[in-house]
């Protein structure tokens, strides 16, 4: 049996490269909690989890008085296993954002661990359904940006070979949303597909008021209309508009995704890696999607996800937002309009580990005595 004698601890700011704003908050700094963890044999695993500001030293906290320990003496084979133990370890703070972090950042080490030791890449590992799943950008709809800069940026991404854009909504009147979309839409054409993300800002009655507008201009989804706690108002817009819902960015366990799933409260299913608490909780949610004839489209983390989406089959977007470029050599690769899942044996990220060192806000050390 191989076992784990060491787990280190990083955190890692990450500025974002551009301004990126929406309807409630601002990207300020993408706080980055890693693990890697060493076992006798001197094999190595790595994960990686994230904030967008705030919680990154929680996160990391509890990672190093809870979490890490427990990891000491186990085979890193048995990540099911584990994933249950520290779930259980932790259940008076279970189900929520911290935790939910924390453990993904063990889990997708234990994955690399577990690919690296196979010589397979994650996507293979995890399902192998296709290599190459359609992308679409987020980088150029924030909300703070102008409305011909809008225009621009949507141009671009259409010119670089992207299949569609989201754009951010949540303008003080319904009027200055439409007309962002509309401009955008003329200049697109129709046969480029449009999204919306509302980041959980509107309430019911606004939302419902907004959907047939985003209907008449062929919006793909309408995502995170309301609060994520709101499964019922999620039910009732679901039900009443022909834009499809997605949620799933701010929900972190399966079975949360389990009753706006089973509920009819969404169609677009944008589970996140880190958010839900790590690779093996992520396929669970993927599956279960593919068995209601659902597509998933997962929140953030491109690097990672487009490994999971090409996994499998329920998968039908990758999210474009650069966010590791400082720290890693890798870069997502796109071939006409499609991301594609890296062969690399492992999570398919080239990290940096001298720049992720010198970046380091902190650095825990966990060994077996």
């Known amino acids: 049996m191989t076992a784990i004698t060491k787990v280190e601890l990083w955190q890692v700011d990450l500025p974002p490269p551009v301004p990126r704003s929406d309807a409630i908050q601002s990207f300020v700094t993408q706080e980055t909690p890693f693990v890697r963890i060493t076992c006798d044999d001197d094999s190595s695993g790595a994960g990686y989890s994230y904030t967008i500001g705030t919680g990154g030293s929680s996160v990391l906290a509890l990672l190093r008085d809870h979490l890490a320990p427990r990891l000491l003496g186990r085979d890193p084979a048995h990540i099911e296993a584990i994933w249950r133990d520290l779930l259980f370890a932790t259940h008076a703070t279970s189900v929520g954002a911290i935790t939910s972090l924390a453990l993904a950042a063990v889990d997708t080490a234990l994955w690399d661990w577990r690919c690296r030791r196979d010589g397979q890449p994650l996507w293979v590992a995890a399902g192998g359904a296709r290599q190459r799943v359609p992308v679409y950008t987020t980088e150029g709809g924030w909300l703070h940006l102008p ?30 949303d439409v007309a962002r979309l509309k401009a955008v839409r003329d200049a697109v054409g129709d046969g ?32 995170e209309p309301l609060p994520a706690d709101d499964l019922i108002g999620h039910q009732r817009l679901a039900a009443a508009s022909e834009v499809p819902i ?16 089973q509920g009819g409260a969404a169609s677009i299913i944008q589970v996140d890696v880190a958010r839900v608490g790590g690779i093996t909780p992520w396929l669970k949610v993927a599956h279960m999607a593919e068995c209601f004839n659902l ?41 006409a309009g499609c991301a594609v899942a890296p062969d690399t044996p492992g999570l398919g990220i080239i990290w940096r580990w001298d720049e992720i060192e010198r970046r380091a806000s902190a650095h825990h050390v966990i060994e077996a005595a």
Not at 169 to 175: A, E, L
Not at 205 to 216: G, I, K, M, V
Not at 246 to 261: K, M, N, T
Request: glycine content about 4%.
């Open 246 to 261: 997605a949620v799933g960015e701010s929900l972190y366990s399966p079975s949360q995704f389990a009753a706006y799933i």
């Open 192 to 223: 480029f597909e449009l999204m919306v993300d509302a980041n959980q800002c509107f309430t019911l009655s606004e939302a419902l008021r907004l959907a047939p507008r985003y209907a008449e201009l062929g919006i793909a989804w309408f995502e």
């Open 295 to 335: 597509a998933v489209a997962p929140h953030f983390l491109m690097e990672l996800q487009v490994s999971l989406c090409a996994a499998t089959p329920a998968a039908a977007w990758v999210e474009y937002i650069p966010q590791l470029d400082a720290i890693a050599d890798s870069r997502l690769a796109i071939e």
């Open 147 to 176: 409305v011909d800069t809008l225009v621009s940026e949507t141009l671009a991404a259409q010119a670089a070979g992207f299949k569609g854009a989201k754009l951010k909504v949540g303008k003080p009147h319904v009027s200055d």
